[in-house]
């Protein structure tokens, strides 16, 4: 399964790896900030 994502993405837009960590950064973010509540 990821390595079919990855290659997909990297079909429509090859995005650094920095980027996806950024992505991933704020995605944990936003679920820690709701398991506050």
Partial sequence: ???IYHSKM????PIPL??????VRMLIRFSMKLFEF
Avoid: G, S
């Fill in 10 to 13: 990297k079909n429509l837009t």
């Fill in 1 to 3: 399964m990821r390595k």
């Fill in 18 to 23: 920095r980027l996806e960590f950024e992505i």
